[in-house]
């Protein structure tokens, strides 16, 4: 998290041959536990972008 409590995405395509992407929020474990609906929601946004993103690189 940053300072002002925002969370961290960031995609390095830079420091690899390959990409990584980095967040501070692991929504595969709060999906996979079941106590944080709001994850499965933000899943359902964030990998059909990741796959637009990955797509267009």
């Known amino acids: 998290m940053t300072e002002s409590g925002q969370p961290i995405l960031y995609i ?19 999906h996979g536990s079941y106590f944080m609906p709001a994850a499965t929601r933000f899943l359902d946004g964030f990998l059909p ?9």
Do not use: K, N
């Open 12 to 30: 390095d395509q830079v420091s690899t041959a390959g990409r990584i992407v980095l967040t501070s929020l692991d929504p595969f474990y709060h």
């Open 49 to 57: 972008w990741m796959r637009e993103e990955l797509d267009a690189a």
